[in-house]
Protein backbone atom coordinates (compact mmCIF):
# COMPACT_ATOMS: atom_id res chain seq x y z
CA UNK A 1 0.00 0.00 0.00
CA UNK A 2 1.03 3.54 -0.66
CA UNK A 3 0.75 6.04 1.76
CA UNK A 4 1.20 10.02 0.99
CA UNK A 5 2.52 12.70 3.71
CA UNK A 6 1.01 16.07 3.90
CA UNK A 7 2.15 18.82 5.60
CA UNK A 8 1.76 22.69 5.78
CA UNK A 9 -1.32 23.49 7.12
CA UNK A 10 -2.04 25.61 10.01
CA UNK A 11 -3.87 29.22 11.23
CA UNK A 12 -3.75 32.17 9.03
CA UNK A 13 -6.10 35.21 8.51
CA UNK A 14 -8.46 35.60 5.72
CA UNK A 15 -6.26 37.80 3.00
CA UNK A 16 -3.04 35.68 3.71
CA UNK A 17 -1.50 32.27 2.02
CA UNK A 18 0.08 28.87 2.77
CA UNK A 19 1.67 26.55 1.07
CA UNK A 20 0.64 22.80 1.30
CA UNK A 21 2.99 19.91 0.72
CA UNK A 22 2.69 16.14 -0.46
CA UNK A 23 5.74 13.52 -0.15
CA UNK A 24 5.44 10.44 -2.54
CA UNK A 25 7.25 7.22 -0.84
CA UNK A 26 9.09 6.91 -4.21
CA UNK A 27 8.86 8.27 -7.49
CA UNK A 28 5.32 8.53 -9.35
CA UNK A 29 5.45 6.71 -12.52
CA UNK A 30 4.38 9.06 -15.34
CA UNK A 31 0.82 8.00 -15.77
CA UNK A 32 -0.34 9.11 -12.39
CA UNK A 33 -2.44 12.18 -11.43
CA UNK A 34 -1.77 13.70 -8.10
CA UNK A 35 -4.69 15.64 -6.58
CA UNK A 36 -6.35 17.87 -3.99
CA UNK A 37 -9.41 17.16 -1.85
CA UNK A 38 -10.44 18.90 0.99
CA UNK A 39 -13.22 17.88 3.73
CA UNK A 40 -15.21 19.83 6.44
CA UNK A 41 -16.92 18.22 9.29
CA UNK A 42 -20.22 17.11 8.26
CA UNK A 43 -19.86 17.70 4.61
CA UNK A 44 -18.05 15.17 1.44
CA UNK A 45 -14.51 15.21 0.57
CA UNK A 46 -14.73 17.79 -2.50
CA UNK A 47 -12.08 18.09 -5.28
CA UNK A 48 -9.51 21.06 -5.36
CA UNK A 49 -6.98 20.82 -7.85
CA UNK A 50 -4.72 18.05 -10.19
CA UNK A 51 -1.61 17.58 -12.02
CA UNK A 52 -1.06 15.24 -14.24
CA UNK A 53 2.69 14.27 -13.24
CA UNK A 54 4.18 13.90 -16.44
CA UNK A 55 3.00 16.75 -18.62
CA UNK A 56 1.93 18.78 -16.02
CA UNK A 57 -1.51 19.86 -17.31
CA UNK A 58 -3.62 21.57 -14.48
CA UNK A 59 -7.23 21.40 -13.42
CA UNK A 60 -8.77 23.45 -10.39
CA UNK A 61 -12.47 23.34 -8.86
CA UNK A 62 -14.20 27.34 -9.90
CA UNK A 63 -13.99 28.10 -6.12
CA UNK A 64 -10.26 28.21 -5.67
CA UNK A 65 -9.31 29.07 -9.63
CA UNK A 66 -6.87 32.03 -9.58
CA UNK A 67 -6.20 31.73 -6.00
CA UNK A 68 -4.66 28.00 -5.28
CA UNK A 69 -1.67 27.08 -7.66
CA UNK A 70 -0.82 22.80 -8.18
CA UNK A 71 2.67 21.98 -8.78
CA UNK A 72 5.14 19.30 -8.67
CA UNK A 73 8.84 18.86 -8.14
CA UNK A 74 10.01 15.59 -10.25
CA UNK A 75 13.02 15.41 -8.50
CA UNK A 76 11.84 15.19 -5.19
CA UNK A 77 8.49 13.61 -5.61
CA UNK A 78 6.59 16.47 -4.39
CA UNK A 79 3.75 18.05 -5.03
CA UNK A 80 2.49 21.45 -3.55
CA UNK A 81 -0.77 23.94 -3.41
CA UNK A 82 0.01 26.88 -3.05
CA UNK A 83 -2.84 28.89 -1.28
CA UNK A 84 -3.39 32.61 -1.63
CA UNK A 85 -5.74 35.11 -0.68
CA UNK A 86 -7.20 32.48 1.44
CA UNK A 87 -11.14 33.30 3.10
CA UNK A 88 -12.75 31.60 6.30
CA UNK A 89 -14.46 28.77 3.82
CA UNK A 90 -11.36 27.77 2.87
CA UNK A 91 -11.08 25.83 6.33
CA UNK A 92 -10.99 22.62 5.87
CA UNK A 93 -8.92 19.42 6.36
CA UNK A 94 -6.82 19.10 2.92
CA UNK A 95 -5.61 15.29 1.09
CA UNK A 96 -3.21 14.78 -1.15
CA UNK A 97 -4.35 11.83 -3.50
CA UNK A 98 -2.65 9.67 -6.22
CA UNK A 99 -4.88 8.10 -9.33
CA UNK A 100 -2.95 5.55 -10.86
CA UNK A 101 -5.60 4.48 -13.67
CA UNK A 102 -4.41 7.88 -16.34
CA UNK A 103 -8.64 8.94 -15.74
CA UNK A 104 -7.72 12.59 -15.28
CA UNK A 105 -10.73 12.42 -12.90
CA UNK A 106 -11.84 14.83 -10.17
CA UNK A 107 -13.87 11.50 -8.53
CA UNK A 108 -13.12 10.75 -4.92
CA UNK A 109 -13.40 7.34 -5.40
CA UNK A 110 -10.64 7.01 -8.33
CA UNK A 111 -7.90 7.68 -6.47
CA UNK A 112 -6.47 4.92 -4.42
CA UNK A 113 -3.99 6.36 -1.84
CA UNK A 114 -4.51 9.08 0.14
CA UNK A 115 -2.33 11.19 3.49
CA UNK A 116 -3.79 11.30 6.33
CA UNK A 117 -4.48 15.03 6.04
CA UNK A 118 -3.32 18.39 6.80
CA UNK A 119 -6.20 20.91 8.85
CA UNK A 120 -6.25 24.74 7.58
CA UNK A 121 -8.21 27.34 9.58
CA UNK A 122 -8.69 30.78 8.13
CA UNK A 123 -9.62 32.91 10.53
CA UNK A 124 -11.91 36.04 9.67
Known amino acids: QVQLVESGGGLVQAGGSLRLS ?23 REFV ?49 ADTGGRLSRTVRDYEYWGQGTQVFVSS
Not at 24 to 41: C, D, E, H, I, K
Request: net charge positive; aromatic share 16%.
Open 49 to 97: AKIYWYVGNTDYADTVKGRFTISRDNAKNMVYLQMNSLKPDDTDVYYCA
Open 22 to 44: CAAPGRPVNSYTLGWFRQAPGKE
